[in-house]
Nanobody
């Protein structure tokens, strides 16, 4: 099993940056495909970005060019650097781990989830 703990959320003005981190427990972190999802009030959870075991990144259209996902297998962490933030980026951001091979943009494709961290972007 994997336990995930997110950190780094907060309040930022539009155009600003935040860096989210996800710390994972367990000795098999490197075998998981890791993802970030978000859920805004009244909206469905949506895919933001993910990164494969070999560090290949995948991004939603909204994240491309503004967000960067990375992972450090030695430290069991995955990071989401978010730049040029917009008010519509406001949401709870969740870290997730997928044990199956290949990438997925669907939440159902992930086996473990963190508790989430709030990101609020003011206009």
């Amino acid at each position: 099993q994997v336990q995930l703990v997110e950190s780094g959320g907060g309040l930022v003005q539009a155009g600003g940056s935040l860096r989210l981190s996800c710390a994972a427990s367990g000795r098999t972190f490197s075998s998981y495909h890791m993802g970030w999802f978000r859920q805004a009030p009244g909206k469905e959870r949506e895919f933001v970005a993910s990164i494969s075991r070999l560090r290949v990144p995948y991004y939603s259209d909204g994240a491309k060019g503004r967000f960067t996902i990375s992972r450090d297998n030695a430290k069991n962490t995955v990071t989401l650097q978010m730049n040029s933030l917009k008010p519509e980026d406001t949401a709870v951001y969740y870290c997730a781990a997928r044990s199956s091979a290949g990438s997925s943009t669907y939440g159902s494709g992930y086996d473990y989830w963190g508790q989430g961290t709030q990101v609020t972007v003011s206009s």
